[in-house]
């Protein structure tokens, strides 16, 4: 095998966004070695993109507000299927993530009172998303960035892992390559802890960056452990939809939080035929079924999207509030939001589902796996409420570091091996497409895979079209196994595709999977087959997958009991 | 279909050349779609940077008819397209391939920069007027392009005495937080290097944040260490009373 080089850590952690980047600190605090691994330059994770905010009930604004409630809220957002002791520990760790958020340096928009600023969003009883304008996900990275970088780690940029290697049961090792030289290099650890978010460029309108292809939810399936809840994919109600060139980039629901209003070509508020009472403020799988509705049903705006409005609270104001979206839609679209409205359809954002994790350890059900972020499954259920996810990354993002140097420090003397067999085997996969005299462009494949993902995985689903979209995803991965490429390994998108296409089709057929397997509608999955809720069957599981003998395996595992005193929480009104 | 000529810099550090591609225009259709058209369909290894397209995460800058800007941001529509688009890498960093740029000296400075420092007791109580001044730098998105154009770093290559505009953001940024205690002034003398900025401004023209980089931040701190370290009476005065920031 060629010369790579080798780095040694307690702590390797796979991905700098707020997930990876507050493990990492966590971890590093505790006294262990920590590798922090990113395949784009580090501040530029996805965290970067996030606008509304990040959910706590701090009570600041909406003094009522307690974890209660919140953890109410996000488990009728997630329609009872989100993991019960996650929503616990979010909803009563929040506040002290972002307080310390504060103590690190972040400046969040203030109240009259000299406290942390918070706006109303879909779902959430209260007054509740911290904020700067709405570029609160910059604010929240940069303040990591600035602490992670004092904190002693070593930080390896524009590093792609490509695959994990394992000791026996144990992970031993993380494996990959610089993009920029292409060379590869081997991570020897006693754990490593996957924050490498979501799965988003499998779809062709997306509000995601190139790197959310799915590599940790198929890392982490390729070592063994088990992804939940994957049919959970969500599209945000509002993308942009003109010109072609941005289709997909996200509006942020801050536009609705505050006071945006939506309208079809008739000028109805169709809200109020579909969730009366919350109107524009109603979860994102209602709003966004809402709005895919009218555009189907031929009330759409010219572009086919619905319009947004928020011109009505002023030019000052918006400026004020929704900078970003100011400029976006005045750069992109030539079009003034604080004078005319904007046209927006749903666009795929986020996935609630993913590696299946202990709620309070973080760990995977491999032994030295952790995972955190958009990676891990379990906290949203079946439907996240915005404002959720950052406060996820920093509650969870924590917590994995906690639990991975601890493991790492009860396992201090324990040498661990590398599999030279595996190793090898890794590298030579790497280097296939460069010896294919024949094959495919990546690119192509890729493109087919978005459409495919779109047409028949999509908003509303059904038996045939999953199936249809099933078989499209087993044809797709032959093509993707001949694939042909040009140049050197030095700085190359397209061989960079190839393994990144990989990983997106083992997210994608396994969201596929889920997504007929479950014959109802909950949250985002919407089957128009199946449309209503079925609490007696699938009410009681998550959807299960894992890899036996080389091929996916399909599954369900009884939800785990929520104890009674959280019940009544549920349960009870909670205003 | 109309067509737009594109002229992209490909190379590495043993040289390179113009190559001219052909791309079909849509309507809206920003740099980087054409260099993705570009990758997709001629040259697959073509290397650029990209991650949010709008303008979000400054990773894809580079310089389009010999401005520096970013690719997701600048629209074909607003260039001359009766002549190519031409596109390189950022000059003032060495070339990796293609558009791509060795930035990490931009990383290392960075990391030299004394952390924020609250002080032990601190309530933390602030008013929106007494962030406002900071938030304006924290929209820094570090695309690096005010590096990529100030004449101290492009020109005379000053990277061992001179950060450059965005560091000195970061400086004043911390400086004016209501709730540091640090004192960054001999750092900005010395390692930073303030005394090399001229005030030409050319940095703040090409921030796609418009930061006021220049008036908000250079100056303020240029007239703070000029203060403590060129004043005599302010100098004994804060040696007094100890320093307290405003
Ligand atoms: C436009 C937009 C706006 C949003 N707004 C909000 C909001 O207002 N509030 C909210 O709560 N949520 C919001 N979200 C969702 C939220 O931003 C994301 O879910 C969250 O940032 C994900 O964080 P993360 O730490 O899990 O991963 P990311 O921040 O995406 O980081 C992933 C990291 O993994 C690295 N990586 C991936 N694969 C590999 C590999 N193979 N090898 C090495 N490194 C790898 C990447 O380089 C990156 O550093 C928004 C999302 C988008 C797209
Ligand atoms: S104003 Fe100063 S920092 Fe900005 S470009 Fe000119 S010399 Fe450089
Ligand atoms: S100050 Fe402006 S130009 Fe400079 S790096 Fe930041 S965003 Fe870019
Ligand atoms: S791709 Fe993020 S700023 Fe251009």
Not at chain 1, 270 to 297: C, G
Not at chain 1, 478 to 495: C, K
Not at chain 2, 156 to 182: C, Q, S, V
Request: glycine share 10%.
């Amino acid at each position: 095998m060629e010369k790579y080089e080798t780095h040694t850590h307690d702590v390797i952690v796979i991905g700098a966004g707020g997930a990876g980047l507050r493990a990492a600190i966590e971890a590093s605090a505790q006294g262990a070695s920590v590798g922090l691994v990113c395949k784009s330059l580090l501040g530029k994770a996805h965290t970067v993109m996030a606008e509304g905010g990040v959910a706590a009930a701090l009570a600041n604004v909406d003094t009522k507000d307690d974890w209660k409630t919140h953890f109410h809220d996000t488990m009728h957002g997630g329609k009872m299927l989100n993991n019960w002791r996650m929503a616990q520990l979010h909803a009563q760790e929040a506040p002290d993530r972002v307080k310390e958020l504060e103590h690190w340096g972040a400046l969040f928009d203030r109240t009259k009172d000299g406290k942390i600023m918070q706006r109303a969003f879909g779902g959430h009883t209260w007054k509740r998303l911290a904020h700067v304008g709405d570029r609160t996900g910059l604010e929240m990275i940069r303040t990591l960035q600035d602490r992670g970088i004092h904190s002693g780690m070593e930080v390896y940029m524009e590093c792609t892992i490509t695959h994990l290697l394992k000791d026996g049961e144990r992970i031993s090792g993380a494996f990959g390559y610089w993009r920029e030289s292409g060379r590869f290099v081997l991570f020897k650890t006693k754990t490593v802890i996957i924050a490498t978010g979501g799965i988003g460029k499998a779809y062709k309108v997306t509000s995601n960056s190139w790197e959310y292809t799915g590599d940790g939810q198929a890392l982490a399936y390729e070592a063994g452990a088990d992804l939940i809840d994957m049919e959970f994919v969500q599209f945000h109600p509002t993308g942009m939809v003109w010109p072609p060139s941005v289709r997909g980039i996200l509006v942020t629901e801050a536009v609705r939080g505050e006071g945006g209003l939506l309208t079809n070509r008739n000028g109805e508020r169709f809200m109020e035929k579909y969730d009366p009472e919350r109107m524009e403020l109603s979860t994102r799988d209602v709003v966004a079924r809402s709005i895919y509705t009218e555009v189907m049903e031929g009330r759409g705006s010219p572009h086919g999207g619905a319009y947004l409005d928020i011109s009505h609270r002023g030019a000052d104001y918006v400026k004020k509030k929704l900078p970003s979206m100011y400029h976006q839609f005045m750069e992109f679209a030539e079009i003034d939001i604080t004078k005319e409205p904007m046209e927006v359809f749903p666009t795929t954002h986020y996935i609630m589902g993913g590696i299946r994790v202990d709620a309070d350890t973080a760990g995977s059900t491999v032994p030295g796996l952790f995972a955190a972020g958009e990676a891990a499954g379990g906290m949203h259920g079946a439907n996240r409420l915005g404002g959720n996810s950052l406060s996820d990354l920093l509650v969870f993002g924590r917590r994995a570091g906690l639990g991975a140097a601890q493991y790492a420090n009860e396992l201090r003397d324990n040498a661990l091996k590398i599999d030279d067999v595996e190793l090898e085997k890794a590298a030579r996969e790497m280097t296939r497409p460069f010896e294919n005299a024949e094959g495919e462009n990546p690119y192509t494949v890729h493109q087919a895979l978005q459409e495919a993902m779109g047409a028949y995985i999509g908003v509303f689903r059904t038996r045939e079209k999953i199936s249809d979209g099933i078989e499209e995803i087993q044809v797709l991965k032959d093509r993707a196994s001949q694939l042909r490429i040009e140049g050197s390994r030095m700085f190359n998108p397209g061989w960079h595709l190839c393994k990144d296409l990989k990983s997106m089709l083992i997210v994608s057929e396994a969201i596929a999977r889920c997504a007929l397997q479950r014959e109802e509608s909950r949250g985002a999955h919407s089957r128009v087959d199946f449309p209503k809720y079925d609490d007696e069957k699938w009410g009681r599981v998550n959807s299960v997958i894992s890899k036996e003998n080389g091929n996916m395996k399909i599954g369900t595992s009884p939800l785990p009991q929520i104890p009674e005193e959280l019940r009544k929480i549920v349960e009870g009104g909670h205003k | 279909m109309a067509v737009v000529k594109m002229r992209l810099y490909r190379g590495d550090s043993n040289g390179g050349a113009e190559k001219e591609y052909e791309v079909p225009l849509e309507e809206g259709m920003v740099v980087l779609d054409a260099i993705h058209f570009i990758q997709a369909n001629y040259d697959g290894d073509l290397a650029v940077r990209w991650n949010c397209k709008a303008a979000k995460c400054g990773s894809c800058s580079a310089e389009i008819n010999g401005m520096p800007k970013l690719t997701c941001k600048t629209r074909l529509d607003t260039l001359p397209l009766d002549k190519p688009v031409t596109v390189y890498p950022i000059k003032t960093f060495p070339i990796i391939k293609d558009l791509v740029t060795d930035v990490s000296w931009n990383y290392k400075v960075r990391k030299t920069i004394p952390p924020f420092t609250p002080a032990k007791d601190t309530k933390w109580v602030m008013y929106q007027e007494d962030v406002e001044r900071g938030q304006e730098f924290r929209k820094c998105i570090e695309c690096f392009l005010c590096q990529d154009v100030c004449h101290i770093l492009r020109n005379h290559d000053k990277k061992n005495e001179f950060i450059g505009p965005r560091m000195l953001i970061k400086i004043a940024e911390l400086e004016m937080h209501p709730l540091d205690t640090l004192d960054r002034k001999e750092f900005l003398r010395d390692q930073a290097g303030i005394g090399y900025c001229n005030i030409t401004k050319c940095c703040t023209e090409v921030c796609p944040e418009h930061i006021h980089i220049t008036d908000n931040a250079i100056i303020p701190l240029k007239e703070r260490v000029a203060d403590t370290y060129f004043d005599p009476l302010q100098w004994l005065l804060e040696k007094f009373k100890g320093s307290p920031k405003q």
